[in-house]
């Protein structure tokens, strides 16, 4: 977009624009090329073509050679399928048919194919000039729909009337772009140059408005302006880019529903980087193009912070400096008053400092100025340079090249070190510089001076910081400005001295000012940091960095090397050379946190240049390295520390094993939790996160890749009972990545991005082949070893029980998981390897449990679907359906053996026929009517001397289900002893249940007892069912000796009545509501039958129980069953302290006080109370009740 509208303002038409014209470099860079149907806004191609040929032909040329005006527009004709209607129709290109160019470019970008295409000319041009272009569609469903926007945008493009088409302000505008092109260029401004008239192509960036008014005047083609030759003033701009220029900053930009805002190349201040880290994770989801978003991630703001140079306390310690105002010779102002005076009182000032520091050249005179003034005045100039503006202002004023005269030409060295100190604090402070301030007379200066002093370290130490100020100064404007000027040049012998003076052997604190003046001079994007970049820069600053005892050095050295390793990684690579990378790696873990930061940026960037990466990225050292850097407290080291992995991980996906068997997921799942911004450190919290981003987004992409490595080599040796040593080798290299399949799978931040149905398609197959190495049909032992092969099995049977304890995903992607992961997990329930078949059986009862018990699954396979469910034989077929089809078809003829396999595998059997039978009816016909019910009560008898264990806890639990279910024909399972087992299982449950959960209050079996009163209360409602039915037959001996039976049968319950009265005093809800219908039904089939039923303890429990629940409807149904089994109660029994406290609590519900709705509760009370009879003496006790169990 740039591009053309910059080619339209220059004043040329394109004429024939198609994509085979849009180049796409390395770095991801779009150009226009080919220009051979160009012309100039207003030009007549064919009018042109004609005089050229013309005047080629001559005079003298037959007729026969002369080209008719026809031949010549079929020359000149583009491409049709990108022309515009008018053109068709007759008329010159234009920059409206550039735009409907534009258009279909676009339309093609989206959809594959442009908006108009037929296999004959005629049939184009009908369609181009009468037909609107299709509706914008894609192939893939996943992206069938473009945005609004962009449809709005793409058909304003191609809209047949150009008068009606897009031009390019409301282009520009449109809200596709989200103000991308808020700011756009001018065109053909003139430049204020003061060296050279001519004029130059001038780009700036102006507003929307300023667009509108600047309109290119067309061009004419016979003017000579043609040819005239412009200055560019920003050449990097148009210079080529490449692969390795990590200077680069434009972004690949890939045509999605929105735009990808590029960052402009021109803005490289500082702060602008964290716009670009702020977009990294927009770039990621868009582009695609993991290395162009690492690129941006490598250094942060705090990499590019500068200390000075001058008055640097941690280089060198030097005394304030003062002046006395009373023996000054010009007016001593406050800097701030400087930076304020007007033009006359400023010009005033400079020349009375000028003239006394001219002075000096006329030593011989009367007037000489005494040293002592001259220093004073410096002393003075010294402290006013402190300020910004007024550096400013002293810099581009004439006593600069006064101070540089002076260096030469003071009498004594103390001048000249305050001069020095002068020049120095004002390059030090000042903002902007201008191309006419002598700066390279001033470098040229210092670098003799140092040249000439060269033995003497203090008179070094006096050059090398302000020369160092000069160069970071001059390397700032440019990279400001990108157009140095002609005086801004610095010799190379700056930069021999400058090398010179980090040599070993030299003073400290002089290797400290040349370390400083390479770190600060390289932190900016300036050609004048090149001149660092040599062979030995590296290995210098590596031996001050290790042999140096002073941390400020040290960090200064290895921030300096960081910065060169940014200009070129060769120098870190150099220094790698030499030294070793196990010396450097010891370093890496410095206490210094700056020295790790430094570290990991120049790792980081030498492996994003490419240079001598593949070293690294084998070296497992190195990665166990930067993976304890991880620990480290601070977010930055952590985040390039992740940026180091990724890189190593982007060219060695091996290396993820190692990564995760040493925690990174943990690392990464602590760190996302972390990275949210805050109030504080937000920027670094934002720093870490887009690094994370990356790094997971690359880790989640590789997946799918490792499981296409592992199916390739499973499958190709299927059938092979034993594999070449090629396949072996393939085998040992792939199938360990399937541990990192399941640290992802186990962790939350990786799991709902890995799985997918793509991802369980490739699953399912990897368990076939899981099943055919179990099942002896891939030899696999014998390549790989047996251990190998088993932890291949467990991992990834690991991997499938993570995903099935996670509802989500299961109900998400059901129809993948019934079709092809249970299946393999079916088959391999039957294994030889008992881990195998508990694992097997563990998920697919998590399986069944989840999708059976979801009623939407349906619903969303009737509304929508999958496309694969069509694709089954019977397709009206659910997925519920298919699951327990497998199941009755693949499982349950087996089940039998898995039921009487050795401990634990029957927990796990029982556990997943719970879950089958507590939502399908027809399993639970099946599993009656199977062989299974025997094997099921022979399974509780073995294990019925552990009663609250989970074998007979799951036994309990199915039990119930079968026996729940309505209509179940209860005979088999009175011929199995149904009854007998209950009660013995009951007493003592009910034993523990009493002791453990309401003494001690555990809940350690209060499912079981719960599962068992179900059983209890089902079997009495069946029995009561059939006693019901009886007595409304009476004339029927049949139902009458059937009932009569069944009462004989179920009478063994009746002893379980203590138990469960003394259950009703309990606090738990359930508990209590079971067991009241229990007990209620028992005192209706069976009245008081049994001697010494009701005991003091069953009478305290009914009291509780009465003043606990005082609902009328639970009043009256344990009123009812103490009326019934009044009986039971012996005469003492109500003489003891328990049957005087139920006959208290019977006295007072029998009292007439009670509202109307508690009739029936007085009633029950009075009539239950009369058949006691009037001798039972109640104890004088009105106290409340505290139940004593």
């Known amino acids: 977009m740039k591009g053309l509208k910059y080619i339209h303002d220059s004043g040329i038409v394109v004429s024939d624009l198609t994509p085979a014209k849009i180049l796409l470099d390395g770095p991801g860079t779009l150009k226009y090329s080919n220009f051979c149907l160009a012309k100039a806004q207003g030009e007549s191609l064919e009018e042109f073509f004609s005089l050229v040929m013309a005047e080629e032909m001559g005079a003298g040329d037959s007729k026969e050679n002369i080209i008719s005006p026809q031949n010549i527009k079929n020359r000149i004709k583009g491409s049709p399928v990108y022309c515009a209607p008018e053109v068709l129709r007759g008329a010159d ?11 279909c470019i676009l339309y093609e970008m989206f959809t594959g194919k442009p908006p108009f295409v037929s296999e004959s000319m005629t049939g184009l041009v009908d369609l181009i000039l009468n037909e609107g272009p299709p509706p914008l569609r894609q192939k893939e469903p996943a992206f069938s729909k473009p945005s609004p926007e962009f449809e709005n945008l793409v058909m304003g493009l191609l809209q047949k009337d150009p008068v009606k088409r897009l031009s390019w302000d409301p282009l520009l505008s449109h809200p596709f772009w ?60 148009f210079r080529p880019k490449s692969a390795l220029d990590i200077d680069t900053r434009e972004t690949i930009f890939l045509l999605s529903s929105r735009p ?36 941006p991630l490598l250094y942060t703001d705090s990499d590019f912070t500068v200390t000075p140079i001058m008055d640097n306390p941690k280089i060198l310690k030097t005394s304030p400096v003062r002046f006395d105002p009373k023996t000054l010779c010009v007016p001593a102002h406050s800097a701030e008053r400087l930076s304020c005076l007007n033009s006359e009182d400023w010009s005033q000032f400079l020349q009375q400092v000028c003239g006394v520091l001219e002075s000096v050249d006329r030593a011989g005179s009367a007037n000489a100025t005494a040293p002592r003034t001259k220093l004073n005045l410096l002393c003075y100039l010294c402290t006013v340079c402190n300020h910004r503006e ?14 540089v005269q002076q260096m030469r030409h003071a009498p004594n060295w103390d001048i000249r070190s305050k001069v020095m100190r002068v020049i120095g604090l004002m390059a030090s402070h000042c903002t902007e510089l201008r191309d006419n301030v002598p700066v390279t007379e001033a470098v040229a200066m210092f670098t003799e001076l140092i040249r000439e002093n060269f033995r003497s370290s203090k008179l070094k130490q006096c050059l090398i910081p302000p020369l160092g100020e000069l160069l970071y100064l001059i390397a700032t404007q440019e990279e400001k400005k990108e157009r140095p000027g002609g005086l801004w040049v610095v010799p190379a012998a700056a930069y021999t001295v400058l090398m010179r003076c980090l040599r070993e052997g030299e003073e400290l604190v002089v290797n400290h000012m040349a370390a400083k003046t390479i770190e600060n001079v390289c932190s900016r994007e300036s050609q004048y940091a090149q001149g660092f970049i040599t062979a030995e820069v590296g290995p210098a600053l590596w031996y001050l960095f290790t042999h140096s005892t002073v941390d ?97 991980l982007m060219n060695n996906r091996e290396m993820l094993l190692l990564c995760c068997n040493s925690r990174l997921v943990m690392y990464i799942e602590r760190d996302v939790r972390k990275a949210t911004p805050g109030k504080e450190q937000q920027s670094s919290n934002e720093y870490l996160s887009n690094c994370l981003a990356l790094l997971i987004r690359h880790t989640v992409h590789e997946l799918p890749a490792i499981l296409d490595d592992i199916l390739s080599v499973l499958g190709s040796i299927v059938g092979r009972k034993h594999p070449s040593p090629t396949q072996s080798r393939q085998l040992k290299q792939s199938l360990p990545m399937m541990a990192v399949v399941l640290h992802l799978l186990t962790s939350q931040i990786f799991r709902p991005q890995v799985v997918t149905e793509a991802f369980l398609i490739k699953f399912g197959k990897l368990l076939n082949h899981i099943t055919s190495i179990d099942s002896n049909e891939t030899s696999l032992g014998s390549a790989i070893g047996q251990a190998a092969s088993e932890e291949l099995i467990r991992n990834t049977l690991s991997a499938v029980e993570a995903i099935s304890q996670h509802p989500a995903l299961l109900s998400l992607y059901h129809c993948t998981v019934v079709d092809l992961i249970a299946p393999p997990l079916a088959s391999l329930a039957f294994s030889k390897n008992v881990e195998w ?20 699954v349906e619903e969303r396979e009737r509304d929508g679907g999958r496309e ?7 397709e009206g077929i659910s997925s519920n359906t298919r699951l327990l089809t497998l199941i009755s078809e693949a499982l349950l003829p087996q089940y039998e053996t898995l039921l009487l396999e050795p401990d634990p595998v029957p927990v796990y059997a029982l556990k997943l026929l719970v879950s089958l039978t507590e939502h399908s009816s027809p399993i639970s016909r099946l599993v009656r009517e199977s062989r299974l019910l025997p094997a099921i009560f022979q399974v509780i008898e073995v294990h019925q001397n552990n009663s609250v264990g989970s074998t007979m806890q799951n036994a309990m639990a199915l039990l119930c289900n079968l026996i729940g279910q309505k209509g179940t024909d209860l005979r088999p399972f009175y011929q199995q002893g149904v009854i007998e087992l209950v009660c013995n299982v009951f007493v003592e449950v009910t034993g523990v249940y009493l002791v453990r959960e309401m003494h001690s209050g555990l809940k350690s079996c209060s499912s079981l007892l719960l599962c068992l009163l179900d059983i209890i209360h089902c079997l009495l409602k069946n029995l009561s069912s059939v006693v019901r039915l009886a007595l409304q037959r009476s004339e029927s001996n049949e139902d009458t000796e059937a009932a009569e039976e069944l009462l004989l049968i179920n009478k063994p319950l009746t002893e379980l009545n203590n138990l469960l009265i003394q259950l009703l005093a309990c606090n738990d809800s359930e508990v209590y509501e079971e067991a009241s219908h229990c007990v209620s039904l028992l005192a209706q089939l069976y009245g008081g039958e049994g001697a010494d039923c009701l005991q003091p303890e069953e009478l305290l429990s009914l009291a509780h129980a009465l003043q606990t629940h005082t609902e009328p409807r639970q009043l009256k149904l344990l009123l009812r069953v103490l009326k019934r089994m009044m009986s039971a109660v012996g005469s003492s029994c109500w003489g003891s302290s328990e049957g005087q406290i139920l006959l208290h609590v019977l006295q007072k519900l029998a009292l007439p006080t009670r509202s109307q709705s508690d009739m029936a509760v007085e009633s029950l009370a009075a009539e239950i109370m009369k058949g006691i009879g009037s001798q039972a003496e109640l104890r004088p006790t009105e106290q409340s009740f505290t139940p004593g169990i």
Not at 93 to 103: E, H, P
Not at 837 to 856: F, M, Y
């Open 390 to 403: 007024t550096a400013t202002r002293l810099i581009h004023s004439p006593l600069f090249p006064v101070l």
């Open 93 to 103: 290109t234009s920059v409206c048919s550039d735009l409907w160019a534009l258009g």
């Open 178 to 237: 989200r103000e991308a092109f808020s700011e756009t260029y001018i065109t053909l401004e003139k430049a204020q140059d003061d060296v050279s008239p001519m004029s130059s192509l001038h780009l700036a960036p102006v507003s929307s408005q300023t667009t509108k008014k600047a309109k290119p005047a067309p061009a004419d083609p016979a003017s000579p302006n043609l040819s005239k030759s412009f200055t560019l003033d920003n050449v990097i701009e």
């Open 260 to 295: 990808t805002p590029r960052t402009s190349n021109t803005a490289r201040e500082t702060e602008d980087k964290g716009s670009e880290i702020q977009e990294s994770s927009v770039m990621v989801e868009e582009q695609g193009d993991m290395s162009a978003c690492i690129k």
């Open 837 to 856: 078949r508990i694992v097997s059986l563990r998920v697919l009862s998590e399986i069944t449990l989840l999708l059976l018990s979801q009623d939407e």
């Open 552 to 648: 400020a050095l040290r960090v200064s050295a290895i921030s300096a090397l960081c910065k060169i390793t940014r200009q070129s990684a060769g120098a870190f690579q150099s220094v790698i050379d030499k030294v070793g990378l196990p010396s450097i790696l010891s370093c890496l873990v410095s206490g210094i946190s700056r020295v790790q930061q430094h570290m990991l940026t120049m790792f980081a960037a030498m492996l994003a240049s490419g240079v001598h990466s593949h070293r690294l990225v084998q070296d497992r050292d190195f990665v166990m390295k930067i993976i304890r850097s991880l620990e480290s407290p601070s977010s930055v080291i952590r985040a390039k520390a992740f940026l180091v992995l990724l890189q190593v």
């Open 868 to 874: 694969r469910e069509r694709e089954w034989e019977g």
